[in-house]
């Protein structure tokens, strides 16, 4: 139901991004967002992002990643701009609504430095 793509392997500063299809019963009202899980690591949250519009983002990433949702693609989307070696994960796609949590499988960031 949810279909992450766009990882890949960057070298440090340059630029990627994610994408999330959904299918329209946990797109629409949900809040969706992305999450990373690097090794060792828990899992913490990137960014999300309402049906409205309202963001949220996680201070390692703010000024540098723009999540965004195409509500008529069911498509949510994450511009990752300077990435940095630490940015390095598995990163998760993730639909929220009334404590409900979807996930997709993840897709592999490397940032070399």
């Known amino acids: 139901q949810l279909q992450a793509s766009g990882g890949g392997l960057v070298q440090s500063g340059r630029s990627l991004t994610l994408s999330c299809a959904a299918s329209g019963s946990i797109f629409s009202r949900n809040v969706m967002g992305w999450y990373r899980q690097a090794p060792g690591k828990q899992r913490e949250l990137v960014a999300d992002i309402t049906n409205g519009g309202s963001t949220n983002y996680a201070d390692s990433v703010k000024g540098r990643f723009t999540i965004s949702r195409d509500n008529a693609k069911n498509t949510v989307y994450l511009q990752m701009n300077s990435l940095k070696p630490e940015d390095t994960a598995v990163y998760y796609c993730?639909?929220?609504?009334?404590?409900?949590?979807?996930w997709g499988k993840g897709t592999q960031v490397t940032v070399s430095s």
């Open positions: 993730n639909s929220r609504l009334w404590g409900i949590n979807y």
